[in-house]
């Protein structure tokens, strides 16, 4: 895969308007965008058909934690739009997982793929809800369900990457936010770390927001992450 294809860029912007301008001024490096929760009720479905119209394919983060005919709806809804991959919740355990799976099957382009842990949650975090695991643990155990529920991957933090390629087999995609590029502030991530560090570890693709969409100049920022990826 060339490094250009593994760079998911997140638009987390709160008006179509100002997503499509940080398109425009990347420029056509970026073949690859993730639309969350923000720009999907801030600028609705037509921000992503704006997206597939332009070429691009579309990570669409739903985040998706709901029983499993509202989950497998929403991962047809989103087929129909033309996106490239969608996220459920692990913690919502194989049933709503494999809803996911199932309602995806109609399109053939379309990956789904298991939260595990919030790259923001640390393990007392994860005390306060009642799960006693650390993250390492809580993360592995997530992945094994979602594999086990036929999810063509993961979202995970840079951290736990090598460990969950050896869970997942090689065949399986590994999304890693919370990067941040070589001597930046690693913002609010918990559990941060390099584009680089995260391909080397075995992540199929990473996903850089700000870094990006707030550069002073976005196209280079974007090459920057592109830089490091491809440097001996
Ligand atoms: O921090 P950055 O702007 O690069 O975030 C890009 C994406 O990474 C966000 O859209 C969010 O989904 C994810 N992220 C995360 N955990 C955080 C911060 C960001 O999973 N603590």
Redesign the pocket.
Known sequence: MDANARIIV?L?CDSRAAAEGVVDRIGDGCRFY?V?LELLTAGGPEVVRGLVARGKEVFL?LKLFEIPTSVAGAVRAAGELGVSMVTVHGMGGTGIMSAAVDAARDYPGLRILALTV???MTDGDLADIGVGSPVDEQVLRLAGLAREAGCHGV?ASPRDVAALRGTLGAGALVVT????LPGESP????RPGTPRAAVDAGASHV?????V?RAADPAAAFERVRDDLVRP
């Open positions: 997140a987390d993730k969350g983060d919030v790259t923001s979202i936010p919370g990067v941040t913002a609010e991530h918990a996903v850089v927001g700000r870094a969409t």
